[in-house]
């Protein structure tokens, strides 16, 4: 079934507003992969704050095979968090990428058997459980932040942040 257009906007604005809500959610998200993430796959895993993979997972943004570009936040993170030569070859290419190549290129923090996968998310968020919640916030606020600023603004925010964690417990 062909989608109009006004379909397709109202498709991609679904899918920016459930990637942004991912990515600034006051708790650290973490995406546990395997299997396909293909397109929206994994543009979702992209917006969360940690990814970690089973060796099984591929990941792909295949959409340009289609005569579609990535519509749910690929084409502007996938550079931040690969780099810009790597995102271009798999958006522009549409090829897949093995979960051990999506480790070798910052796409996942890890990488482990299918049967592990879940028990060290669970490792990895108890990790993140045991530390000064106010301090993992405002952290995670100014790491994505300050993508999206200059350097000296993103120094700027980050001074702010600690200073919000100094009259805490």
Not at 35 to 48: H, M, P, Q, R, V
Not at 86 to 106: D, H, Q
Not at 120 to 139: D, G, S, T
Request: net charge neutral; aromatic share 4%.
């Amino acid at each position: 079934q062909q989608m109009d257009s006004k379909k397709a906007l109202s498709f991609a604005e679904k899918g920016h507003n459930l990637t942004k809500l991912i990515e600034h959610s006051k708790k650290p998200i973490i995406a546990a992969i395997h299997g396909y993430a293909f397109g929206g796959g994994t543009e979702i895993a992209l917006a969360c704050h940690l990814r970690l993979a089973s060796e099984d997972a591929i990941f792909a943004q295949p959409e340009v095979k289609i005569g579609l570009v990535p519509g749910w936040g690929g084409t502007q993170r996938l550079p931040n968090i690969v780099g810009k030569g790597i995102a271009s070859e798999m958006i522009l290419t549409g090829g897949n990428v093995s979960a051990e190549r999506a480790f070798e290129i910052g796409l996942v923090n890890k990488v482990v058997k299918k049967d592990e996968l879940i028990n060290e998310i669970l490792l990895v968020a108890n990790k993140i459980a045991e530390n000064a919640p106010i301090a993992v916030k405002q952290a995670k606020k100014s790491i994505n932040l300050g993508l999206q600023m200059s350097l000296r603004d993103g120094l700027d925010f980050e001074i702010e942040a600690y200073n919000r964690t100094i009259d805490t417990e």
